[in-house]
């Protein structure tokens, strides 16, 4: 519970605009890690050039907040949103490894943009790596071999 509190005194900024910071990080997911663009089917094709201040990068990346928003506002009693993440993550083939990706470039995004101190930005990744776990499980049982 402590870890989620931690992150959360540092959420304010990215919720307060989620297009914005949603479009940081998939911007930086892409440029950092260019294969993962071909997961986004609706943003496959954008150059890379294009991807910062682009309206479907950052609305696609605002989606992605919202939900870690609400990941980390359940404090740990997020059976029912990781089933959802893992259905429609797992059905478009998503690599587990993706989220461990993602998650360090919201960390960075965090720190930059909000503040996250040291404590925040390991508090953050160890909440992650519960849900990422969470989440494969969930993978292994509706059968997705991602």
């Not at 307060?16 to 950092?32: I, N, Q």
């Not at 990346?61 to 089933?83: C, E, P, Q, T």
């Not at 919201?106 to 404590?119: F, H, I, P, R």
Request: hydrophobic fraction near 45%; charge should be neutral.
């Amino acid at each position: 519970m402590a870890d989620f509190d931690m992150v959360l005194k540092f959420w304010g900024p990215v919720e307060a605009d989620y297009s914005t910071h949603g479009g940081l990080v998939l911007t930086r997911l892409f440029k950092e890690h260019p294969d993962t663009q071909k997961l986004f089917p609706k943003l496959a094709g954008i150059p890379q050039a294009d991807l910062a201040g682009n309206a479907a990068v950052s609305a696609q990346g605002a989606i992605a907040l919202k939900s870690l928003g609400d990941l980390l506002k359940a404090k740990g009693n997020h059976a029912a949103i990781v089933k959802v993440l893992a259905t429609t993550h797992g059905s478009h083939k998503v690599p587990i490894d993706n989220f461990k990706l993602i998650t360090e470039i919201v960390v960075k995004v965090m720190e930059e943009k909000a503040g996250l101190d040291a404590a925040g930005q390991k508090a953050l990744k160890d909440v992650m790596a519960v849900v990422i776990s969470d989440i494969a499980t969930n993978y292994k049982e509706l059968g997705f071999t991602c």
